[in-house]
Nanobody, 121 residues
């Protein structure tokens, strides 16, 4: 599966952004999808994940209650709605795919190219 993330940009603290990830391939619905982020000088970290059906989701504690992950298997897309953004959310955001829900970077074999999110204070 090939992934293309989009929707990043510059936003003020407290604002919102919606990231989207478009997937190619007929097997999208068989993959769990995840969002990860990497800030300058830091390791890539888990943000959110959603099961193949959309029935299960998981979030990092740092974004719980502010971010929402969703998917549309008919359109081969997964989205990350980010509200109440903070300067510490600034990072390059990546979407990723794997079989089975997971949270570790190493467990995801398929990655998109990343989209920059910058939150100004």
């Amino acid at each position: 599966v090939q992934l293309q993330a989009s929707g990043g940009g510059l936003v003020q603290a407290g604002g919102s952004l919606r990231l989207s990830c478009a997937a190619s391939g007929r097997t999208f619905s068989s993959y769990a999808m995840g969002w990860f982020r990497q800030a300058p000088g830091k390791e890539r970290e888990f943000v959110a994940a959603i099961s193949w059906s959309g029935g299960s989701t998981s979030y990092a504690d740092s974004v719980k209650g502010r971010f929402t992950i969703s998917r549309d298997n008919a359109k081969n897309t997964v989205a990350l709605q980010m509200n109440s953004l903070k300067p510490e959310d600034t990072a390059v955001y990546y979407c990723a795919a794997k079989v089975g829900l997971g949270y570790s970077v190493a467990s995801y074999p398929h990655w998109g190219q990343g989209t920059q999110v910058t939150v100004s204070s």
